[in-house]
């Protein structure tokens, strides 16, 4: 229960954001099946539980399909530096894990926006559709207030047993990662479902309210993209 806790008594004693710290994995073809032994014991004995806990997740579709996401937190930026870094570590680190990799390797430290998001305290992490949104220049408040915000008064009234979680890109970005929207899901027959949202927002905000919505995503945003994550439970701490 502390350990649960941790991140939530942080942010009290700092009146800091939780951050959660991404790292996207490339590996040798060659090498998975050595990676991913080096890569799980490797979580086992340094991130296996806590704000340092490591979760790794398998990406499965789009340009990024084939390669691993590990993340990490939440924490706090002041905390970030006691997340285990002493020799064994990294020693342990070079010999498991980075010597299977290719150079290239991307890293994000996105923000949590729990008053936004919906999690229940018991709902357990299968598989994740990842919704990342790119933000015109200058155009976030707006986006904040004329598009997401209405999108999740949508969800609130009409999928609210839907767990899903908000998160913003500390740090300037030119990859079209400025905002995260992330559904939890349980089975991929989730995707399947019939896509009522149009209608969702027109019984919310009012009929023939959705063009107008549609404007304000055109003026604030310069597009999106989805991935879709599958939690790798047996690679994580």
């Known amino acids: 229960m502390i350990m649960h806790l941790l ?13 959660f710290e991404n790292v996207m994995l490339t590996v040798n073809p060659e090498k998975i099946v050595e990676f991913e032994a080096g890569i799980a014991a490797h979580n086992k004995k340094f991130h296996n539980n806590g704000p340092y806990g490591a979760r790794v997740y398998s990406i499965l579709n789009g340009p990024n399909a084939g390669k691993y ?28 894990i980075n010597k299977y990799l290719t150079p290239e390797v991307r890293v994000n430290y996105m923000k949590m926006h729990p008053e936004l998001s919906n999690f229940s305290k018991d709902f357990e992490i299968k598989k994740l559709s990842v919704f990342m949104i790119d933000v015109k220049r200058f155009k ?15 969800y609130k ?14 740090l300037n970005n030119m990859d079209g990662l400025d905002f995260g929207w992330v559904d939890f899901f ?6 399947a479902q019939e896509d009522k949202f149009v209608q969702n927002f027109e019984e919310v905000h009012g009929a023939g309210s959705f063009p107008s919505f549609l404007a304000d995503v055109e003026a604030t945003t310069n597009g999106d993209q ?6 790798r439970n047996d690679l994580s701490g």
């Open 140 to 154: 976030e408040q707006d986006f904040i207030e004329k598009v997401l915000k209405k999108v999740v008064k949508v």
């Open 69 to 96: 996401m590990l993340n990490m937190g939440p924490f706090t930026w002041s905390a970030i530096d006691a997340r285990p870094s002493g020799q064994d570590h990294t020693d342990d680190n070079n010999k498991n």
């Open 7 to 19: 991140p939530l008594m942080m942010t009290a004693q700092t009146n800091e954001d939780l951050i």
């Open 226 to 231: 989805v991935e879709i994550w599958e939690v």
């Open 157 to 170: 009234e009409k999928m609210p047993d839907q767990m899903y979680g908000i998160y913003s890109n500390e």
């Open 186 to 191: 349980e089975n991929s027959s989730w995707l």
